[in-house]
Protein backbone atom coordinates (compact mmCIF):
# COMPACT_ATOMS: atom_id res chain seq x y z
CA UNK A 1 0.00 0.00 0.00
CA UNK A 2 1.36 3.31 -1.21
CA UNK A 3 1.92 5.69 2.04
CA UNK A 4 -0.11 8.64 0.54
CA UNK A 5 -2.92 7.96 -2.07
CA UNK A 6 -5.17 10.06 -3.95
CA UNK A 7 -7.03 9.48 -7.48
CA UNK A 8 -4.75 10.86 -10.40
CA UNK A 9 -7.84 11.89 -12.60
CA UNK A 10 -7.97 13.95 -14.58
CA UNK A 11 -11.10 15.74 -13.27
CA UNK A 12 -12.41 17.66 -16.12
CA UNK A 13 -15.01 20.13 -14.40
CA UNK A 14 -16.68 23.14 -16.14
CA UNK A 15 -16.02 26.82 -14.77
CA UNK A 16 -17.63 27.48 -11.85
CA UNK A 17 -18.26 23.90 -10.70
CA UNK A 18 -17.39 22.49 -7.54
CA UNK A 19 -15.10 19.78 -7.43
CA UNK A 20 -13.70 17.61 -4.16
CA UNK A 21 -10.62 15.24 -4.16
CA UNK A 22 -9.31 13.14 -1.42
CA UNK A 23 -6.56 11.06 -0.34
CA UNK A 24 -5.52 8.80 2.13
CA UNK A 25 -2.34 7.85 4.46
CA UNK A 26 -1.26 4.59 5.95
CA UNK A 27 0.91 6.51 8.86
CA UNK A 28 -1.33 6.91 11.85
CA UNK A 29 1.91 8.69 13.43
CA UNK A 30 1.70 11.47 11.03
CA UNK A 31 1.14 14.54 12.65
CA UNK A 32 1.30 17.31 9.53
CA UNK A 33 -1.03 17.37 6.49
CA UNK A 34 -0.60 19.70 3.28
CA UNK A 35 -2.22 20.39 -0.08
CA UNK A 36 0.47 21.36 -3.01
CA UNK A 37 -0.04 22.78 -6.27
CA UNK A 38 1.68 22.26 -8.91
CA UNK A 39 1.88 23.72 -12.52
CA UNK A 40 2.73 21.90 -15.65
CA UNK A 41 6.39 21.54 -15.52
CA UNK A 42 6.91 24.01 -12.34
CA UNK A 43 7.85 23.10 -8.91
CA UNK A 44 4.83 22.53 -6.43
CA UNK A 45 4.19 25.06 -3.76
CA UNK A 46 2.16 25.13 -0.67
CA UNK A 47 -1.57 25.84 -0.90
CA UNK A 48 -2.56 25.06 2.27
CA UNK A 49 -1.98 23.16 5.59
CA UNK A 50 -4.77 21.19 6.88
CA UNK A 51 -6.10 20.95 9.99
CA UNK A 52 -8.09 18.61 12.44
CA UNK A 53 -10.92 21.43 12.82
CA UNK A 54 -10.87 21.63 9.04
CA UNK A 55 -10.07 25.16 7.56
CA UNK A 56 -11.08 27.12 4.85
CA UNK A 57 -9.42 29.73 2.77
CA UNK A 58 -11.21 31.57 0.23
CA UNK A 59 -12.64 29.36 -2.30
CA UNK A 60 -10.57 26.40 -0.43
CA UNK A 61 -11.89 24.17 2.07
CA UNK A 62 -9.73 21.38 3.82
CA UNK A 63 -10.62 18.43 5.83
CA UNK A 64 -8.72 15.73 7.88
CA UNK A 65 -10.07 12.43 9.27
CA UNK A 66 -7.62 10.76 11.39
CA UNK A 67 -9.71 8.04 12.52
CA UNK A 68 -10.33 7.39 9.07
CA UNK A 69 -6.51 8.93 7.99
CA UNK A 70 -8.04 10.64 5.25
CA UNK A 71 -8.02 14.03 4.12
CA UNK A 72 -9.49 16.24 1.38
CA UNK A 73 -9.91 19.48 -0.19
CA UNK A 74 -13.10 21.45 -2.15
CA UNK A 75 -12.70 23.69 -4.50
CA UNK A 76 -15.97 25.90 -5.17
CA UNK A 77 -16.58 28.28 -7.81
CA UNK A 78 -13.59 26.51 -9.92
CA UNK A 79 -11.49 29.05 -12.34
CA UNK A 80 -9.67 28.56 -15.25
CA UNK A 81 -6.62 29.50 -12.90
CA UNK A 82 -7.38 26.24 -11.01
CA UNK A 83 -6.35 23.76 -13.61
CA UNK A 84 -3.06 22.34 -12.06
CA UNK A 85 -2.02 19.09 -10.20
CA UNK A 86 -2.93 18.97 -6.19
CA UNK A 87 -0.60 17.03 -4.21
CA UNK A 88 -1.86 16.09 -1.04
CA UNK A 89 1.46 15.76 1.04
CA UNK A 90 1.46 14.24 4.79
CA UNK A 91 4.72 14.43 7.16
CA UNK A 92 6.67 11.19 7.55
CA UNK A 93 5.45 10.43 11.14
CA UNK A 94 6.89 11.70 14.24
CA UNK A 95 10.44 11.93 13.49
CA UNK A 96 11.54 15.42 13.79
CA UNK A 97 13.32 15.34 10.15
CA UNK A 98 10.75 17.52 8.39
CA UNK A 99 10.28 14.84 5.81
CA UNK A 100 7.14 15.04 3.93
CA UNK A 101 5.44 12.22 1.71
CA UNK A 102 4.04 12.98 -1.27
CA UNK A 103 0.93 11.81 -3.27
CA UNK A 104 1.17 11.35 -6.99
CA UNK A 105 -1.50 14.06 -7.47
CA UNK A 106 -4.74 14.58 -8.64
CA UNK A 107 -4.79 16.44 -11.91
CA UNK A 108 -7.69 19.46 -12.52
CA UNK A 109 -8.91 20.36 -15.73
CA UNK A 110 -10.89 23.37 -15.47
CA UNK A 111 -12.69 24.22 -18.70
CA UNK A 112 -14.39 26.77 -20.28
CA UNK B 1 15.64 36.87 -1.86
CA UNK B 2 15.76 34.27 -4.71
CA UNK B 3 14.54 32.04 -2.30
CA UNK B 4 16.02 28.13 -3.84
CA UNK B 5 18.07 28.28 -6.70
CA UNK B 6 19.24 25.10 -8.87
CA UNK B 7 21.79 24.89 -12.02
CA UNK B 8 21.36 23.86 -14.17
CA UNK B 9 17.88 24.40 -15.54
CA UNK B 10 18.54 21.00 -18.25
CA UNK B 11 20.78 18.63 -19.00
CA UNK B 12 21.58 15.75 -21.15
CA UNK B 13 24.50 12.75 -19.77
CA UNK B 14 25.76 9.83 -21.40
CA UNK B 15 25.24 6.36 -19.34
CA UNK B 16 28.44 6.60 -17.31
CA UNK B 17 29.50 10.13 -16.86
CA UNK B 18 28.75 12.37 -13.75
CA UNK B 19 27.52 15.51 -12.94
CA UNK B 20 26.60 17.61 -9.92
CA UNK B 21 23.32 19.59 -9.66
CA UNK B 22 23.44 22.54 -7.45
CA UNK B 23 20.87 23.64 -4.57
CA UNK B 24 21.52 27.11 -3.09
CA UNK B 25 18.42 28.45 -0.65
CA UNK B 26 19.22 32.00 1.07
CA UNK B 27 15.97 32.33 4.04
CA UNK B 28 18.94 30.33 6.35
CA UNK B 29 16.83 27.45 6.27
CA UNK B 30 18.39 24.24 8.45
CA UNK B 31 16.52 21.63 6.41
CA UNK B 32 16.93 20.82 2.70
CA UNK B 33 15.38 17.76 0.86
CA UNK B 34 16.13 16.54 -2.92
CA UNK B 35 13.41 14.95 -5.14
CA UNK B 36 13.03 13.21 -8.01
CA UNK B 37 9.87 13.30 -9.78
CA UNK B 38 9.05 10.78 -12.97
CA UNK B 39 6.55 11.95 -14.99
CA UNK B 40 2.67 11.62 -13.85
CA UNK B 41 4.36 10.28 -10.67
CA UNK B 42 4.90 11.89 -7.08
CA UNK B 43 8.03 13.11 -5.55
CA UNK B 44 10.38 10.93 -4.12
CA UNK B 45 12.92 11.81 -1.55
CA UNK B 46 16.44 11.23 -2.43
CA UNK B 47 18.38 12.56 0.31
CA UNK B 48 17.53 15.57 3.06
CA UNK B 49 19.79 17.10 5.87
CA UNK B 50 18.58 18.68 8.80
CA UNK B 51 21.75 21.32 9.01
CA UNK B 52 24.92 21.34 7.98
CA UNK B 53 27.36 19.00 8.28
CA UNK B 54 24.14 16.63 8.34
CA UNK B 55 22.91 14.08 5.57
CA UNK B 56 20.86 11.00 5.17
CA UNK B 57 19.28 8.94 2.81
CA UNK B 58 15.94 9.36 2.07
CA UNK B 59 13.60 7.06 0.08
CA UNK B 60 15.53 6.27 -3.31
CA UNK B 61 19.31 7.16 -2.51
CA UNK B 62 21.21 4.36 -4.92
CA UNK B 63 23.02 6.29 -7.48
CA UNK B 64 23.62 9.35 -5.59
CA UNK B 65 25.48 11.25 -3.12
CA UNK B 66 24.99 14.55 -1.34
CA UNK B 67 27.11 16.70 1.09
CA UNK B 68 26.02 19.92 3.48
CA UNK B 69 29.28 21.68 4.44
CA UNK B 70 27.28 25.32 4.38
CA UNK B 71 24.06 25.65 5.43
CA UNK B 72 23.13 27.39 2.26
CA UNK B 73 24.37 24.97 -0.27
CA UNK B 74 23.35 21.23 -1.09
CA UNK B 75 24.99 19.45 -4.13
CA UNK B 76 24.05 16.35 -5.47
CA UNK B 77 26.20 13.49 -7.15
CA UNK B 78 25.39 11.50 -9.25
CA UNK B 79 28.95 9.49 -10.27
CA UNK B 80 27.80 6.72 -12.99
CA UNK B 81 24.41 8.49 -14.53
CA UNK B 82 22.25 5.52 -15.58
CA UNK B 83 18.86 5.73 -17.88
CA UNK B 84 16.46 5.33 -14.74
CA UNK B 85 18.18 8.72 -13.49
CA UNK B 86 16.26 10.66 -16.01
CA UNK B 87 13.76 12.78 -14.24
CA UNK B 88 12.90 15.74 -12.73
CA UNK B 89 15.09 16.98 -9.63
CA UNK B 90 13.94 19.02 -7.16
CA UNK B 91 15.47 21.04 -4.34
CA UNK B 92 13.55 22.19 -1.38
CA UNK B 93 14.29 24.05 2.06
CA UNK B 94 12.74 24.34 5.23
CA UNK B 95 12.63 26.22 8.21
CA UNK B 96 9.54 24.17 9.87
CA UNK B 97 6.86 22.37 8.17
CA UNK B 98 6.51 24.43 4.36
CA UNK B 99 8.64 23.48 2.53
CA UNK B 100 10.23 25.67 -0.82
CA UNK B 101 10.89 24.28 -4.21
CA UNK B 102 13.30 25.45 -6.42
CA UNK B 103 12.92 25.31 -10.36
CA UNK B 104 13.95 22.31 -11.03
CA UNK B 105 16.47 20.20 -13.17
CA UNK B 106 15.26 18.33 -15.97
CA UNK B 107 18.11 15.51 -16.52
CA UNK B 108 18.35 13.14 -19.51
CA UNK B 109 20.31 10.23 -19.35
CA UNK B 110 20.98 8.78 -23.36
Known amino acids: RKEVEQDPGPFNVPEGATVAFNCTYS??????FFWYRQDCRKEPKLLMS???SGNEDGRFTAQLNRASQYISLLIRDSKLSDSATYLC?????????????FGQGTTLQVKP | NAGVTQTPKFRILKIGQSMTLQCAQD?????MYWYRQDPGMGLKLIYY???????DKGEVPNGYNVSRSTTEDFPLRLELAAPSQTSVYFC?????????FGPGTRLTVL
Open chain 1, 27 to 32: NSASQS
Open chain 1, 50 to 52: VYS
Open chain 2, 27 to 31: MNHNY
Open chain 2, 92 to 100: ASSLLSEQF
Open chain 2, 49 to 55: SVGAGIT
Open chain 1, 89 to 101: VVNGGSSNTGKLI
